[in-house]
């Protein structure tokens, strides 16, 4: 009897370890508990700019290897079109409108290390997060999420108050004013207008003047004198700020320490690869998060004479070919530690290329391959459809290719999860977990609608219609290019996001994405049978989604943007601020 009942439970457990020992590796690794996280993010990159998206004239070998021994993703999109409010949403998993950090005017992203927006403290940022599940957390790299709120040394923005053990980098990002021999970058039309405004106030009181003086005009010299002290005041209160940007922004900073201000940039690529793989070796021994937050591929293009002149694409691929050279010795590191297995690797960036930004016949910006737009455009393609590329393997399939819609704030509950953490449960996160998608346990992403803001300004919407496998976006505002069909705004070096240089469409203009990824051919009432319905499903989601929304204070008001001497980060006394403890630290020959 006894027998019997054994030789039954051996026949039914049979076919049950069976079926366990077939399952593939993925099935067998995705158990796996806290693996180390390694994010790596562009800045200003265009998808068009590396070889697995199509480029043939910048070797990015090393990303592209990424993308063979993972999983792809073709419609990765970030939930802004300019570095401040991306990065945000990426860091929290939340569009950047609930934090605040989406401007209502035209400055829309941080503008001084002395300034007092940034991300605010209450908001939990998946480092934080990782942190309190054991995880040695660390930023190397560009911030570009604030510094301080009230003093000098509050940090209440810093990166070591948003969940990082470590940081090095720049606080703010980098821009031609770091590099002396550049042309200015930094505001560069309303720094022209206060000189000129400047010169017109003094042209007006030597007129006056000489005026008193020949007896032509009957002016006091005591109101000249009080009109020369105003034209000197007005004066030093803008080249206060304007007239020394490489030393009030340009700075690098070790945790809540500056160490070099300004930053030299020719050792800059040096010290932020060195400090990288520092970091990975001296945490191997434990679950890791680094987020390597690049400097490359934004402007000035600080790239090392030993990839000056390599790229066909000129200055800009040179950058871009150094940056994968650099993605390429972090897994290095990774592999030759034995961490290959257990780490995720990320790479993304932050938003689309730069098109409007060149110095005379030199493009300086990147290039968003099929996309219509750029980088700084809520709407359209080019601005907000970024790389993104996972590598794990074991866990998850080589050369994968997903078409399915997804965010930049997918990441953060994608990595809480992963980490062992829990979201919060006070807030809304709109990023949704990733990892049932990447390893094929399902098969469309879980956003069935994504938003898209150029500032606090609602300029698209998309619909993926799951059933169909169409993808639905209606532009509700547009920016007017110039020249005409130019593609860009080159005469603002910027697209706005509202007034004059913006279209308003009623109806809205509608593009079926699964069709026409180049958003070339609009369609109408005329032209598509379900044009009433698709535009009416996606305002009732536009009108469920605003009622989520709460007001929050603006991080990037004209009052948190302005520079505030008090918060101004120093290395000595202000306003003596200049430094360069780093060199001793002889930088690693590239």
């Not at 990288?276 to 945490?283: C, G, L, P, Q, V």
């Not at 700084?376 to 998850?396: D, K, N, S, T």
Request: hydrophobic letters at 35%.
């Amino acid at each position: 009897m006894i027998w019997q009942l054994t030789s039954r439970w051996i026949s039914l457990i049979r076919p049950l370890i069976f079926s366990l020992l077939l399952q593939p590796p993925v099935a067998q690794l995705s158990i796996i508990t806290q693996p180390n996280i390694v994010l790596l993010m562009a800045d200003d990159l265009g998808i068009g700019d590396v070889g697995c998206y199509g480029n043939d004239t910048i070797r990015t070998p090393n990303i592209d290897r990424l993308a063979k021994e993972g999983v792809k993703l073709t419609q990765h999109i970030a939930a802004a079109p300019l570095c401040t409010p991306s990065r945000a949403a990426f860091l929290t998993g939340r569009y950047p409108l609930r934090s605040g950090m989406d401007a209502v005017n035209n400055y829309r992203v941080i503008f001084w290390n002395g300034g007092s927006g940034g991300l605010p403290p209450n908001e939990t940022t998946f480092a934080r997060i990782l942190q309190q599940q054991g995880y040695s957390t660390g930023l190397i790299g560009k911030w570009h999420q604030g510094v301080n709120c009230e003093s000098r040394n509050d940090h209440c923005h810093h990166p070591l108050k948003h969940g990082f053990d470590y940081f090095y980098g720049m606080p703010f990002t980098l821009i031609s004013d770091c590099q002396p021999t550049e042309t200015p970058e930094m505001d560069r039309a309303f720094r022209r207008k206060l000189w000129f405004s400047t010169q017109m106030i003094g042209l007006a009181i030597l007129t006056a003047a000489l005026g008193r003086l020949t007896g032509l005009i009957s002016v006091s010299w005591k109101t000249l004198t009080c009109l020369a002290g105003f034209s000197l005041l007005f004066f030093i209160c803008w080249f206060s700020s304007y007239g020394f940007v490489r030393y009030w922004n340009c700075i690098m900073m070790r945790n809540h320490e500056v160490t070099e201000q300004p930053m030299v940039t020719d050792r800059t690529t040096s010290h932020i690869l060195k400090e990288s793989i520092s970091f990975i070796e001296r945490n191997k021994h434990k679950p890791f998060l680094l987020f390597l937050s690049f400097l490359h591929s934004h402007t000035p293009l600080i790239t090392t004479k030993k990839f000056l002149g390599r790229s066909s694409h000129g200055l800009y691929g040179d950058n871009v070919e150094e940056m994968d050279w650099m993605v390429g010795q972090v897994l290095d590191v990774i592999d030759k530690e034995s961490l290959k297995n257990t780490t995720l690797v990320y790479f993304a960036s932050d938003h689309g290329g730069w098109l409007e930004r060149q110095e005379g016949q030199r493009q300086l910006g990147g290039w968003n391959g099929i996309y219509r737009g750029g980088k700084a455009m809520g709407g359209w393609e080019g601005g907000i459809r970024v790389p993104g590329i996972f590598r794990w393997p074991g866990v998850l399939p080589a050369g994968k290719v997903i078409d399915e819609p997804t965010s930049l704030m997918d990441i953060y509950p994608t990595v809480v999860n992963l980490a062992g953490g829990v979201l919060p449960q006070d807030r809304v996160i709109d990023g949704r977990d990733l990892m049932p998608l990447l390893q094929g346990m399902v098969e469309h992403s879980e956003h069935e609608f994504l938003f898209h803001y150029c500032g606090i300004h609602l300029h698209a919407a998309r619909w993926h219609q799951k059933d169909s496998g169409a993808i639905w976006k209606a532009h509700y505002v547009t920016p007017i290019f110039h020249p005409l069909g130019a593609g860009a705004c080159y005469d603002r070096g910027f697209c706005p996001c509202f007034g004059e240089g913006v279209t308003h469409h009623d109806p809205p203009l509608l593009f079926d994405l699964s069709q026409d990824p180049s958003e070339a051919k609009p369609l109408s009432a005329d032209t598509e049978p379900l044009f009433d319905t698709v535009i009416k499903k996606i305002g009732r989601a536009i009108e469920e989604h605003r009622r989520t929304l709460t007001p929050v204070p603006e991080q990037l008001s004209m009052y948190n943007v302005v520079w505030k001497p008090w918060l101004q980060p120093c290395c000595g006394t202000f306003p003596f601020c200049w430094c360069d403890k780093e060199g001793d630290n002889k930088p690693t020959n590239l």
